[in-house]
């Protein structure tokens, strides 16, 4: 449907090849092209002002290049500059020197948490961890047998209870510390970031857990609001990181932009399928050229 | 918000500076409508209105533009006149908010005074059938489920023969979230319609349903999805949240779907009709009483 930056470069540039001198117009119109295709990528309209300017210096740079294919040149420089902005270094997580290492999960409605807490379980357990998940979900209906099933698929125990969310969350974590289990993972209610009273219940149950990782779990198909979320959720708990969810459909993924740009935290995890093993570390570089349109890109770059 | 900020900016006599041009191109863009279609008007509003009208005639071209943008279709569910049951498929990528509308549907429909039957037609998801239980038992309304990882077409079908032994009016059939991606998941669903045709009943309405956070992806869940199923209309969900969803105005522009319902919260009632006016009203940042 849309066409790639490199294409649509490569058409606006194909005047300045042969000039020796650009004009500013042949800077503007490049300039414009990189804008819509991060707005195309759902990139949040203030990060691409932002990231623009950076990128813009850069683009400038390799359009006078004496290279016969400036369009190539041109999404090889944004190309580099989104991976610095996403960040170079995959993930590890942290793990506390008293376990358990007590792991929230929060996000929107229908993101992704349940699913990412079954993966995560069972990633740990296969690097030989004993995590514990807790299902303080009271309020979706169907939510704790979800988890349930989930957890059982992961071959991790879960703790639930009909009290309330933070109860659970406090009691799983306890019952965990009792069983010696040393990672807990919670899955907590979906939650709109304007919601004062739900995020005010997300933020006493980190309290209340001193939970020592909060991941906020977004999905890459996400468009503007993706900032208005990041930052809201990243002022009630502080988040660790991100995990991007829903990554194995065709969505360009700008959130991953907008996120990074906007709390500064990494994103630690991609969430690439519905099944427990679709859950991978999540590679800028990889990022960075889908956002841009694809392997097109990368195969763009080699020719370049 | 920018929206407000906006509107409270055109309300001054001034003449709109170029600034002000941007300005609302952004906040368009900032509502997921997409910069194609927000450059489409802004362009056609200077054309209108040359470059520095007032901003009270800003304001009226602005709102009157995107009025036009909505299609003629009909907002209301579609109900088969003769056959009985109607059916109505629900559809969607992941977490969109599906089985929580067939939930609010269900209980509206009952409101009127229909007879409601649900298909747990979702047999894949872990717990579905149990969520659509709740939503069931929250309405009064009778679920038909299979076993986990039974053939959805034929839980569905099956509903809807049963449905019609027992003289139900509606069978809400809930179906599996699926990336549009996914081809083996989109033949599936090629195969609900087909098989859902074949049944006693008449399908009268496949409602693709769109969370309000999404961005461009919403138009190419729009064309796949209507490519495999005929979609009739669209629930745009989750639209109490700060989304705008702008990607629904661009995808009923672009694909002549009709926005039929909006989902408002994760309560039975949170569901309302379609109102193209309230929705350009608040996409834009005006106060309205609605
Ligand atoms: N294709 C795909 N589907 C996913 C992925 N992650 C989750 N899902 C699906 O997305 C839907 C929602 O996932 P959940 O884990 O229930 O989301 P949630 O955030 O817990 O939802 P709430 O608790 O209702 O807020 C389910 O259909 C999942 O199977 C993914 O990476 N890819
Ligand atoms: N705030 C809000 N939340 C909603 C709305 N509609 C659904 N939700 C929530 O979104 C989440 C996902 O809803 P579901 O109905 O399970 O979505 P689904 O499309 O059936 O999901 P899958 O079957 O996994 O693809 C749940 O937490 C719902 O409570 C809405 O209009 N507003
Ligand atoms: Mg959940
Ligand atoms: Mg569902």
């Given at each position: 449907m849309f066409e790639t930056l490199g294409e649509r470069l490569e058409g606006a540039l194909s005047r300045i090849r042969g000039k020796t001198r650009l004009t500013q117009a042949d800077v503007d119109e490049a300039l414009g092209e990189i804008r819509r295709a991060l707005l195309e990528a759902d990139v949040n309209i203030g990060v691409v002002n932002l990231i623009s300017e950076r990128v813009g210096a850069a683009a400038v740079g390799a359009m006078t290049s004496p290279s016969l294919t400036p369009g190539q040149q041109v999404v090889k420089a944004v190309h580099n500059e989104l991976i610095d902005v996403l960040g170079q270094e995959t993930y590890r997580i942290r793990f506390a020197s008293t376990p358990p290492t007590v792991l929230l999960l929060a996000g929107l409605q229908g993101s992704g948490k349940t699913t990412a807490a079954a993966k995560l379980a069972l990633l740990l357990r296969r690097q030989g961890r004993s995590p514990y998940l807790v299902?303080?979900?009271?309020?979706?209906?169907?939510a704790v047998r979800q988890l349930e099933i989930l957890g059982a698929q992961a071959g991790v125990p879960v703790f639930s209870e009909p009290s309330t969310p933070v109860e659970v969350a406090t009691k799983g974590v306890a019952e965990a510390r009792r069983l010696a289990r040393d990672v807990v993972i919670i899955d907590t209610a979906g939650r709109l970031a304007i919601d004062d009273a739900l995020m005010d219940e997300v933020s006493q149950i980190q309290k209340a857990t001193q939970a020592h990782l909060r991941f906020l779990v977004i999905d890459a198909?996400?468009?503007?609001?993706a900032v208005v979320t990041a930052r809201a959720f990243d002022e009630r708990l502080e988040l660790s990181a991100v995990i991007l969810t829903k990554l194995d459909g065709d969505a360009r993924g700008g959130a991953a932009l907008s996120v990074k740009e906007v709390v500064?935290?990494?994103?630690?995890f991609a969430s690439v399928g519905e099944k427990l093993e679709d859950f991978e570390p999540f590679y800028p570089d990889r990022m960075a050229s889908r956002i841009l349109g694809m392997g097109d890109v990368l195969s763009l770059i080699e020719r370049a | 918000g920018p929206f407000a900020s906006l509107f409270s900016r055109l309300r001054s006599d001034a003449g709109v500076d170029p600034e002000e041009w941007t300005r609302l191109e952004e906040t368009l863009i900032l509502s997921d409508m997409g910069p194609t279609l927000a450059g489409e008007i802004v362009t056609e509003l200077k054309r209108q209105l040359?470059?520095?009208?007032s901003a009270e005639a800003l304001r009226g071209a602005l709102v009157a533009l995107l009025e036009s943008k909505f299609c003629e279709g009909p907002r209301q569910l579609q109900f088969s006149?003769?056959?009985?049951p109607s059916v109505v498929l629900v559809v969607g990528v992941n977490g969109t908010g599906k089985t929580t509308t067939i939930g609010k549907v269900a209980s509206l429909l009952m409101r009127e005074g229909r007879s409601v039957m649900i298909a747990a037609g979702d047999t894949f998801r872990a717990a579905a059938t149990e969520q659509v239980g709740v939503w069931a038992s929250l309405t009064g309304v009778e679920v038909v489920s299979g076993q986990p990882g039974a053939d959805p077409a034929s839980v569905i079908f099956d509903t809807i023969e049963h449905a019609r032994a027992v003289g139900s009016d509606v069978v809400l059939c809930d179906t599996a979230g699926r990336l549009q991606t996914k081809t083996n998941l989109m033949e599936e669903l090629k195969k609900i319609r087909r098989v859902a045709a074949k049944s006693s009943g008449e399908v009268t309405e496949v409602l693709l349903v769109i969370d309000a956070t999404t961005g461009q992806n919403g138009l190419r869940q729009a064309e796949v999805f209507h490519g495999a199923a005929e979609v009739t209309g669209i629930v745009l969900t989750k639209l109490d949240g700060s989304a705008k969803g702008g990607v629904a105005l661009a995808i009923e522009s672009e694909f002549g779907l009709p926005i039929k319902l909006v989902g408002l919260g994760e309560g039975l009632n949170d569901l309302a009709p379609f109102d193209p006016k309230a929705f350009v009203a608040a996409l834009v940042g005006e106060e309205t009483d609605v």
């Open positions: 299902a303080a979900d009271l309020a979706r209906p169907g198909m996400i468009g503007q609001d500064g935290k990494p994103i630690a | 040359g470059k520095s009208p006149p003769n056959a009985k």
